[in-house]
C-alpha cells in the first residue's frame, strides 16, 4: 500500500517562500504522473501542477505560474513544491496526489496547511 505524507507547511508573510514535500513509501514514484492540489477552505479543490519524472511535462496553474516549481528527488522518493513570493490567495491546504493507475490520481496524502499573511 503506498502512503503520501505532505510536510513543509506552514505560516509565512507575503512575498515568503515555503518549500512542500511529498514523501511516498510503499513504492517508488518514479514513473508515475504527480500532483499538487489546494483547497481553500469555503472553496473547490484546485489544481496547482502536475510533474513527470521525465521533466519534460511539468504544468501549472496560471495562479502560480512564474511563482512555483515542482520538483522531485528519485534517490528520496519524495516530489517538492517550491512556492516563491507567495500571496495571501495561496492560502490553503496542500495535497499531492499520484497517478498510480490509469483512473487519474487515486492515491493522496492527507494534505499540509500554507497560510500566508498579508
Known amino acids: 500500500q503506498v502512503q503520501l505524507v505532505e510536510s513543509g507547511g506552514g505560516l509565512v508573510q507575503a512575498g515568503g517562500s515555503l518549500r512542500l514535500s511529498c514523501a511516498a513509501s510503499g513504492r517508488i514514484l518514479s514513473g508515475y504522473a504527480m500532483g499538487w492540489f489546494r483547497q481553500a477552505p469555503g472553496k473547490e479543490r484546485e489544481f496547482v501542477g502536475s510533474f513527470d519524472w521525465s521533466g519534460s511535462d511539468t504544468y501549472y496553474a496560471d495562479s502560480v505560474k512564474g511563482r512555483f516549481t515542482i520538483s522531485g528527488d528519485y534517490a528520496k522518493n519524495t516530489v517538492y513544491l517550491q512556492m516563491n513570493s507567495l500571496k495571501p490567495e495561496d492560502t490553503a491546504a496542500y495535497y499531492c496526489?499520484?497517478?498510480?493507475?490509469?483512473?487519474?490520481?487515486?492515491?493522496w496524502g492527507q494534505g499540509t496547511q500554507v497560510t500566508v499573511s498579508s
Open positions: 496526489a499520484a497517478e498510480l493507475g490509469a483512473g487519474g490520481y487515486d492515491t
